[in-house]
């Protein structure tokens, strides 16, 4: 008489102690659940078998994939689900796992991979949840249940939904970022569950209507550094850091004196300032790629900052005031709108503010022949896989645009001739202040 085959598989991973189960159809579970528990970790178990999650012998192992196909099977006879997956537990209760370092699943994943997870990202993430998310009926629904009707209705709701200044949330940065961060969610779900069927698999990513930065052209950055408009060694060296680096504002404020190579030269972006904008929850973390990355270090942005060390002295970050202290935002959104006003551009409807500086850099390095690759690595927008072979044109193309800069800087009265010019009292009591 032939023997039956036993509902399940037990293995021991050849790389490590640990355990995989995979479910055979004669357990009389359905296919596709079988499916969906073929070689996978009993780490996978859900909460109510979270007992079994670590068997240490073979004996254990085996008693927790019977545990296992007792519990799937009963929830099948319940018919609670459609399909019985590992983890069940409702929309918003998933969602919610994401909006905290110490229960997010993206935590674990991040840290595989040295990445610090960004309080700023879960921040944002518990904002969105928070306003835009909690209490509405699809949290209610169960990850299990779930399907392309209930995600689309969910969409639907959110996007009539007003913002605080009265207007629906459809077509706004805000709605982009709440859909996307539910996406991400269920994406992460998927990951989890095998073969689980992501109800927003065909569900485009909303498309943000307008508001997109403006850039200036070269001869606009040119005049930026002109005779009248950078006033100190602060306001030189950090628009130069802007303009010349492409770095974010929260990486400026961040850099400490051992990330500047002054041989190569290059800067190494280790660290940005997390929550940037509030001085109260502001932490030194990883930068918004969670990767280092090299820099431009243009012999303008050199001379700036060495003139700013002999005004205000070395400490543990580069741009610093005389006290050790940092600006912050303010003083960027401060000085900012007078540097344009100094040098006579006129916006002209483009939304031109800080961060249009790396925009403006990108754009002059594509019009000037600069691989595009490049110069997403160059910013911190990809994997950052550098390639060796665009750095030497981008490097020359960076410095004939601080060539310029220097014609430009020419018989400008302080920074350029040596003569300390120190911030104006309103500019350095915005600094101190922040």
């Known amino acids: 008489m032939a023997r039956l085959p036993k509902p399940f598989i037990v293995r021991k991973r050849n790389d490590s102690k640990t355990y995989q ?31 079994h999650r670590s068997p240490k012998t073979k004996a254990a192992a085996e008693a927790a994939a019977l545990a296992l196909i007792r519990r799937l099977a009963s929830k099948m006879a319940e018919g609670s689900a459609k399909r019985a997956t590992p983890e069940d537990v409702t929309v918003g209760d998933w969602i919610e796992k994401f909006t905290r370092i110490e229960t997010s699943p993206r935590t674990g994943v991040n840290a595989s991979k040295n990445r610090p997870y960004s309080s700023d990202t879960v921040d944002t993430y518990r904002s969105y949840f928070a306003a835009h998310i909690a209490g509405d009926a699809f949290c209610s ?73 403006g850039f200036l052209p070269e001869g ?20 130069a850091a802007m303009f010349l680096s492409g770095l974010r504002r929260a990486e400026i404020f961040a850099l400490k004196p051992d990330c500047l190579d002054w041989n190569a030269p290059k800067i190494t972006v280790k660290n940005a300032w997390q929550n940037f904008d509030s001085s109260k929850k502001r932490t030194l973390g990883p930068t918004k790629g969670k ?7 243009d012999p303008v942005l050199q001379g700036a900052i060495k003139r700013l060390w002999a005004e205000n002295g070395r400490h543990e970050f580069v741009f610093s005031w005389g006290n050790g202290s940092t600006p912050g935002p303010a003083w960027i959104h401060f000085n900012f ?13 483009r939304k031109i503010v800080p961060h249009s500086a790396r925009h403006s850099l990108a754009s002059l390095l594509e019009e000037k022949g600069v691989q595009l690759r490049y110069i997403q690595d160059l910013l911190g927008h990809s994997d950052l896989k550098t390639t060796k ?46």
Request: with cysteine; hydrophobic share 35%; proline share 6%.
């Open 21 to 51: 189960v995979s479910l055979n159809p004669s357990c009389g579970l359905p296919h596709r659940v079988c499916l969906e528990w073929t070689r996978r970790s009993f780490r996978d178990f859900p909460d109510d078998l979270a007992g």
């Open 141 to 213: 629904l169960k990850m299990a249940e779930i399907d392309e009707e209930d995600a689309l209705e969910f969409v639907t709701r959110l996007s009539v939904k007003k913002l605080a200044n009265g207007r629906p949330m459809s077509g706004s940065r805000t709605f982009a970022g709440a859909v996307t961060f539910v996406r991400m969610a269920f994406r992460a779900y998927a990951r989890k569950n095998g073969a689980w069927g992501n109800p927003f698999q065909n569900i485009d990513p909303p498309i943000v209507n307008g508001g997109r930065r």
């Open 389 to 434: 072979g665009y750095l030497h044109s981008t490097e020359a193309t960076i410095r004939n645009i601080g060539s310029k800069i220097s014609d430009a800087m020419a018989g400008k009265d302080g920074l350029e001739r040596g003569t300390p010019g120190g911030p104006d009292k309103q500019s350095a009591s915005h600094g101190a202040a922040n």
């Open 337 to 349: 709108p007078r540097w344009l006003r100094r040098a006579g551009i006129e916006t002209g409807g």
């Open 291 to 297: 990767r280092e990355r090299d820099a431009p270090f």
């Open 220 to 239: 606009e950055m040119l005049r930026l550094f002109g005779p009248g408009v950078l006033q100190s060694a602060m306001e030189l060296a950090v628009c």
